[in-house]
């Protein structure tokens, strides 16, 4: 258990919808990291949040959004949803913020299938 | 453009043996990398990291060699055992990107009892 807790496990919707993933980090950790997963993409980093702010930005789409809240949970909000953004979507916490200099520890993800 | 990759998108080995996973970089710029480990239904867990001005760095039954003259990057796995059953990615950190990890496509690892 990597102490980092994603939900929902498994989300499936329609077209053109809209959906919210929730991360909560390890304790203590300030950093949140979005990764998307996909068959033909791997693991694509979206986002990072320290300790409320954005602090990175990687292949995040327009209609993709993301934010940390005081308690440091982050939620990743995916709009006007298409069937290329079925995939994992993975949170990963660590403590800092600045050059990744060790381990990030993963969620066990959130599956999203857009039909 | 420039990616991380892998030569071999599927290793199968019998329990007890050494496996070698590995991975081609194409940035000279890249400092740091990292291995991680992802079995099925769970989400990337770190294995070992190595730093550009080294050539290798072990822990416990894993090793990782860099060579940076090839840009070529490698996960020693000592006595395969059939938990180490996973996909493996490797990751590259550019330093002047400071948290965006590129990972490779991954290797899928199956070990036979």
């Known amino acids: 258990d990597s102490g980092v807790t994603q939900t929902p496990k498994h989300l499936i919707t329609a077209t053109g919808q809209r959906v919210t993933l929730r991360c909560s980090p390890r304790s203590g950790d300030l950093s949140v990291y979005w990764y998307q997963q996909s068959l033909d993409q791997g693991l694509q980093f979206l986002i990072q949040?320290?300790?409320?702010?954005?602090?990175a930005k990687g292949n995040i789409l327009e209609r993709f959004s993301a934010q940390q809240f005081p308690d440091l949970h982050s939620e990743l909000n995916l709009s006007s949803l298409e069937l290329g953004d079925s995939a994992l979507y993975f949170c990963?916490?660590?403590?800092?913020?600045?050059?990744?200099?060790?381990?990030?520890?993963f969620g066990e993800g959130s599956r999203l299938t857009v039909l | 453009g420039e990616s991380v990759g892998l030569h071999l998108p599927t290793l199968s080995v019998q329990e007890g043996d050494n496996s070698i996973i590995n991975c081609a970089y194409s940035?000279?710029?890249?400092?740091?990398f990292i291995w991680y480990k992802q079995e099925s239904g769970k989400g990337p867990q770190f294995i070992i990291d190595?730093?550009?001005?080294?050539d290798k760095r072990q822990g416990q039954r894993v090793t990782v060699l860099l060579n940076k003259t090839v840009k070529h990057l490698s996960l020693q796995i000592a006595a395969t055992q059939p938990g180490d059953s996973a996909v493996y990615f490797c990751?590259?950190?550019?330093?002047?990107?400071?948290?965006?990890?590129?990972f490779g496509a991954g290797t899928r690892l199956t070990v036979k009892p």
């Open positions: 940035n000279s710029a890249s400092d740091y």
């Open positions: 949040y320290y300790n409320g702010e954005e602090r």
């Open positions: 990963a916490s660590s403590v800092d913020a600045g050059r990744i200099t060790g381990e990030l520890f």
């Open positions: 990751a590259e950190n550019l330093p002047d990107n400071n948290n965006d990890m590129r």
């Open positions: 190595i730093r550009s001005n080294m």
